[in-house]
């Protein structure tokens, strides 16, 4: 009987320390998301190297951008192939260089440019998608940063995103997970 208690305690200890670990969009006045912290131990999707969505010339100095996705909606997304309410995606922009040290060929990510991100929340935003920018002029790290209009991101992710606003035609640990698996489930 004891051993039922026990185990009973440690599975509700473990569902609140789960749930503590979650990492839920934090906003001030109005919509003001609070730039999100500690998502270099998020799960990382994918990155992309001078990606662009404008027609023209390559940009002659790209930049690398690293996707990571909060833990709790990487989880769902794997059981049900969508993302919860209260998502996070981070995207970390970074400077590529090359021809540094012994590097004579290719690019490696070089200088931290900042941090822009999406966020879902059902009852904040009407599109139930907001994009953020946490770039300030002159490259200054901005604490918090109000979404931008929506013609601006989510029009783009409306139309072009795989799944529910989520470029995940771009983040191969993302379509990993939408494969079905052998048993008919996804991964």
Request: aromatic share 12%.
């Amino acid at each position: 009987m004891k051993l039922r208690y026990v185990v009973v305690l440690l599975l509700a200890l473990g569902a609140i320390a789960s749930q503590a670990q979650r990492s839920e969009p934090r906003f001030e006045e109005g919509n003001q998301l609070i730039r999100p912290e500690g998502y270099r131990e998020w799960v990382f999707v994918g990155s992309g190297l001078g990606m662009s969505y404008n027609e023209g010339p390559p940009d002659k100095a790209p930049h690398f951008t690293n996707i990571y996705l909060e833990p709790h909606a990487y989880r769902h997304f794997l059981e049900t192939g969508k993302f919860p309410d209260k998502t996070v995606l981070v995207m970390e922009v970074v400077t590529a260089g090359s021809r540094a040290s012994i590097n004579q060929q290719g690019h490696f990510e070089d200088s931290f440019i900042g941090v822009e991100a999406a966020v879902k929340d059902e009852k904040r935003f009407p599109e139930k998608w907001a994009y953020f920018n946490f770039i300030g002029s002159g490259g200054k790290a901005l604490d918090r940063a109000s979404p931008f209009p929506k013609e601006a991101c989510w029009s783009c992710h409306h139309e072009h995103g795989e799944v529910d606003n989520v470029f995940v035609q771009f983040y191969p640990v993302l379509r990993e997970a939408l494969r079905p698996s052998q048993e008919g489930k996804a991964r």
